[in-house]
């Protein structure tokens, strides 16, 4: 596309060139400042955490503690006394749909610090087909617009770091490339060293200039749903239970929440080697989704899935309302099916879809969903895929 001028023309590239430079020059891209950041207390973070995600107080009170003494750290002038702050990596272990990355989403809502989510199951060692360990590190660069001084003091949620876990007890004669190798990779970037991160990703560009990142400063924050890890538990629980005492040891072990019980010592046994495990000094666990937590997870937080729905036929200019005992309906299905909030929204899917397909095309503008209109829609659809096996 040409625009006309006085005494010549001017294309669009030119013009989308000519703005980029500008802002180049006049240094209008994003700035990680911390002389203007307002600094949240623990309490004010995790008042904001609440108002997304439904119970997990203890996960909460530990990020908003982690993320508050992050900052502190950054902001930490040099004085006489010399003492260096450490950083606190953190790992947290909970089953799907518990609100792991829905944790670290949230925060980053919140941050003044460049922040990334990155996904461990697709790395792998040095060399081979996948993704080297230091192209964790591009994408925080590039949510810092390739500013390393601001990179450096960003933070790093990883996660499935479990799919990252050893596949076996026994050091094998073959290759672990996706699996041990990787640990090892990671412990670098953990501990805090200078790492060549390639900017445009990894081996796809060779001749890419690599860009060094000093990660002393970076905040990791690592998730996992570590499934099958209660075996590892209970196996532990149950050997330090000899003698006369056993049944009163056993009686104040809660079996449905075994979760609560982790130790670093179970991570090692599912996986994990032990210079990573000390590398993530704060462990701590989410808590498998109750009744309540699943009701409330429908109506309460800002982005509740009731409020989707209904912001959704709003736009079409249609009234919508849940009829009494269809949340109550949808939660006894979420427990059924053992998928946590995800299954929440897989129920409410296949119970909207053809209300969502009818509606726009009607002249309705209020519609009710009654218990007896869910539970149809239900039969009708084969949900058996969505049953746990």
Do not use: W
Not at 175 to 198: A, C, M, T
Not at 346 to 357: H, P, R, T, V
């Amino acid at each position: 596309m040409l625009i006309a001028g006085l005494e010549g023309h001017i294309c669009d590239h030119c013009i989308e060139q000519a703005y980029g430079i500008m802002n180049e020059e006049l240094g209008t891209k994003k700035s990680f400042s911390f002389d203007t950041v307002n600094l949240l207390k623990p309490a004010e973070i995790k008042h904001f955490l609440d108002q997304y995600v439904i119970g997990q107080d203890m996960a909460k009170k530990i990020i908003s503690v982690a993320v508050y003494n992050h900052y502190k750290r950054l902001m930490q002038k040099p004085d006489s006394e010399d003492i260096e702050i450490e950083k606190s990596n953190i790992i947290l272990v909970g089953e799907t749909g518990t609100g792991k990355t829905l944790l670290a989403r949230t925060v980053a809502k919140m941050l003044h610090v460049p922040f990334t989510i990155v996904d461990a199951t697709v790395l792998t060692e040095a060399g081979y087909v996948g993704e080297d360990i230091e192209s964790l590190l591009t994408r925080l660069l590039q949510n810092a617009d390739y500013d390393v001084k601001a990179a450096e003091k960003g933070i790093v949620f990883i996660d499935e770091i479990d799919k990252i876990a050893r596949k076996g007890d026994n050091p094998s004669i073959t290759r672990d490339v996706s699996g041990e190798g990787v640990q090892q990779g990671l412990l670098k970037l953990l501990e805090g060293s200078i790492v060549n991160v390639p900017p445009q990703g990894g081996r796809k560009h060779p001749e890419q200039k690599m860009i060094p990142v000093d990660t002393k400063n970076i905040l990791f924050i690592c998730g996992g749903a570590f499934e099958g890890i209660e075996r590892k538990i209970a196996q532990r629980l149950n050997t330090q239970v000899v003698g006369y005492g056993a049944s009163k040891h056993r009686d104040r072990i809660d079996k449905d929440n075994l979760l609560q019980y982790i130790a670093p010592q179970d991570l090692r046994a599912y996986g994990l080697i032990p210079e990573i495990i000390g590398r993530l000094p704060v462990l701590t666990h989410l808590n498998p989704l109750d009744r309540d937590a699943l009701r409330a997870i429908l109506t309460e937080p800002k982005n509740a899935l009731v409020k989707q729905y209904i912001k959704l036929f709003k736009m079409d200019g249609i009234e919508l309302t849940f009829g009494e005992g269809v949340l109550d309906f949808i939660v006894d299905k979420a427990i059924e099916f053992k998928l946590g909030a995800r299954g929440l929204r897989s129920i409410c899917e296949a119970i909207m879809l053809d209300a969502m397909f009818d509606s726009p095309s009607a002249a309705t503008k209020e519609l009710l969903i009654t218990t007896d209109y869910a539970v149809s829609k239900l039969e009708r659809i084969d949900m058996k895929v969505l049953r746990a096996s």
